[in-house]
């Protein structure tokens, strides 16, 4: 059974890495590094995945050229819908691309962050919230921790092993990724309080 389904995705990962090198020759959707080393990029990408739960309800912040979200968007399959948010609408407009060529559980949001929360329906609840190298979380994650489900995740790739100081979130694990020297996956989990009595 694993090897059609796995068959199945390394063909849509072909498929987006194609989908962003065409789309990449004419908008800039990543950085020359990016687009020179693409084949590392999703490699991390699906790396990632090892350490995160690709289940239920996700959201990216920030999502530019889909990485690393479209990645995991299509190793979650079904079991995963995502909401991607991106405000720059050429970005915005590959991303709906992408998801659907690629045949994705994902909505795409052409939106900035702070427009798209209110907008959600008020009982949607994130098991994973999910960001590359955006600005500082300590500016847009508060937006999202009321959002987070009972056991959710924020995972966050980033240039250091630090995690942020968020209200209402703990570090729970750093892994450091393969793709160069400081490469690093930080995930952090809902702080719960023990009730006593």
């Not at 990485?67 to 079904?78: F, K, S, Y």
């Not at 009321?146 to 924020?154: D, I």
């Not at 990724?177 to 719960?192: A, P």
Request: aromatic share 6%.
């Amino acid at each position: 059974m694993a090897g059609p389904a796995m068959d199945d995705t390394a063909a849509k990962l072909e498929l987006y890495k194609d989908l962003l090198l065409k789309w990449g020759a004419k908008v800039n959707l990543v950085g020359p590094e990016v687009r020179r080393n693409l084949d590392e990029h999703i490699a991390e990408a699906v790396e990632a995945a090892t350490h995160l739960d690709l289940a239920g309800e996700a959201l990216d912040f920030g999502s530019g050229g889909g990485l690393p979200a479209i990645p995991l968007a299509i190793l979650g399959g079904e079991r995963l819908r995502f909401h991607l948010v991106e405000a720059d609408q050429k970005k915005w407009a590959f991303l709906k691309t992408a998801v659907r060529e690629c045949g994705l559980n994902c909505l795409v949001y052409g939106d900035r962050l702070a427009n798209v929360v209110p907008q959600l329906k008020a009982s949607l609840r994130f098991d994973l919230v999910t960001s590359r190298a955006v600005g500082y979380p300590e500016t847009w994650l508060p937006l999202l921790v009321p959002r987070l489900g009972s056991g959710g995740s924020v995972a966050l790739f980033q240039s250091t092993a630090d995690a942020p100081d968020i209200a209402g979130l703990e570090p729970a694990a750093v892994h450091r990724l393969s793709r160069g020297d400081s490469n690093y996956l930080v995930i952090m989990k809902m702080f719960h309080v023990e009730q006593h009595g």
